[in-house]
Structure formats: C-alpha cells, structure tokens
C-alpha cells in the first residue's frame, strides 16, 4: 500500500486546523484541511479525480453538518484504503473506537502534542505497509 504523502485535516476548530497543518508541512506531508465533513467530502472526490488522493485523514469527532464518525463511514465506503485517526477533547474513547473498523485507524486524545500525532502517523503507516492492498472491511 502507498506510503502516506497526503493528509486531510478536518476540525471545525480553526487553532487546531493551523497548527496540525504547520507541524505536518515542517514533516514534509502535503496537507490540505476542511471545516466539516461535507466540506472534507467535496475535497476527498476532487482529490481523487485529479489523481492526487489523500492517504490518511485526521479528523475531529464532533463537527457541525457532518460529524466525524458520520464521515468516517463515508470514507470507508468509498476510499477504502483511506486511513483515519479520529482527534477529540471529549473523553469518550469507547464510542469512538466501537466505530472504528479497520485495524490502520486510530485515536488521539486533544490536546495532543506533534512528537504523538508523527507517533500515531508511523504506527498506521506501519500497518499499511504490512496490509500492503488487503481492503478493509466492515
């Protein structure tokens, strides 16, 4: 499976947007962000058809519109090999995880420092590249 080149932020709080966009340039990623899911659905289909897709989505559970999880699913159906680490504030890890299905995605705790999220990045990639392209499923 491709080495993750292209990141999807999306999280309806923009100090948090900014600040995982410059951390994720200084590493050498191409980034691109959305404000909610809808928004990060339109940018996931242009990606896509202009052969750029993105690799790996970091996106916030409660968003306005569509929320995370609600994208998530999306996602899922139709870019399978898309990855996704779930952020949140709010404690509730148990839900979060129940929804999440694929063994590559994962979850961080907000407030999180850069040196976890390059942690949680790594340890997707790794599995990516052990599933090479096994497609994840439901």
């Not at 410059?22 to 980034?31: D, I, K, N």
């Not at 609600?70 to 399978?80: A, H, I, S, T």
Request: glycine share 6%; charged share 30%.
């Amino acid at each position: 499976m491709e080495r993750i080149k292209r990141i999807l932020v999306v999280d309806d709080e923009p100090e948090a947007v900014n600040s995982l966009l410059r951390h994720l340039w200084r590493e050498g990623f191409e980034t691109d962000s959305a404000f909610d899911g809808l928004e990060a659905r339109s940018k996931l289909v242009e990606a896509s058809l202009r052969g750029a897709p993105f690799n790996l989505l970091i996106l916030d559970v409660l968003m306005p519109r569509m929320n995370g999880i609600e994208l998530f699913k999306w996602v899922k159906e139709y870019y399978p090999l898309t990855s996704a680490i779930f952020i949140s504030a709010f404690g509730d890890t148990d839900a979060i995880r129940a929804n999440i299905r694929c063994g590559f995605d994962d979850f961080g705790q907000k407030p999180f420092t850069p040196r976890k999220m390059m942690q949680l990045i790594e340890s997707i990639q790794e599995v990516r590249t052990t599933l090479r392209n096994e497609p994840c499923y439901s």
